[in-house]
């Protein structure tokens, strides 16, 4: 099954500013919650350790400066109940406000949607709360 989810957390701070927050693929454990580290990798993919004890390799498959758009997707064949997972964060707004929309798409067995959703739904949580902390009001 397919399952999307979504959210957005909205920052004083300028587009570009939080952009180039957003797109540093290999600091994102500086601010989200469930991850404990990154350890980027010759290729440019990275190893991402979480909190709660596993690990997974991702990578950039689209980011666009102009947009302010990054994607990124598990590296294939690493086992696992995902089949795929794709995440993108976009940054839009004005001068002095920016929203960041936070969006994870992952393919899964359906006897996991309800720890799946619960799952994905705290990641996206965490992070832009990670995000608005880093940036407060």
Do not use: C
């Not at 979504?6 to 587009?15: A, G, M, R, T």
């Not at 799946?116 to 992070?127: L, M, P, V, Y």
């Amino acid at each position: 099954m397919k399952l999307e989810l979504s959210d957005h957390v909205e920052l004083n701070v300028d587009p570009q500013t939080a952009w180039e927050f957003v797109s540093d693929f290999g600091g994102f454990a500086s601010w989200q919650p469930h991850i404990a580290s990154v350890e980027m990798q010759a290729d440019g993919s990275r190893k991402v350790n979480f909190t709660r004890g596993d690990s997974v390799f991702d990578r950039v498959t689209a980011s666009d400066d102009a947009n302010h758009s990054l994607t990124y997707s598990i590296v294939p064949g690493q086992g696992g109940p995902l089949a795929s997972m794709e995440a993108t964060f976009s940054v839009s707004g004005g001068p002095d406000r920016s929203k960041v929309d936070y969006t994870i798409v992952v393919e899964i067995p359906d006897e996991m949607e309800g720890p799946a959703r619960a799952g994905i739904s705290a990641d996206i949580e965490g992070a832009l709360q990670g995000l608005a902390e880093k940036f407060p009001e």
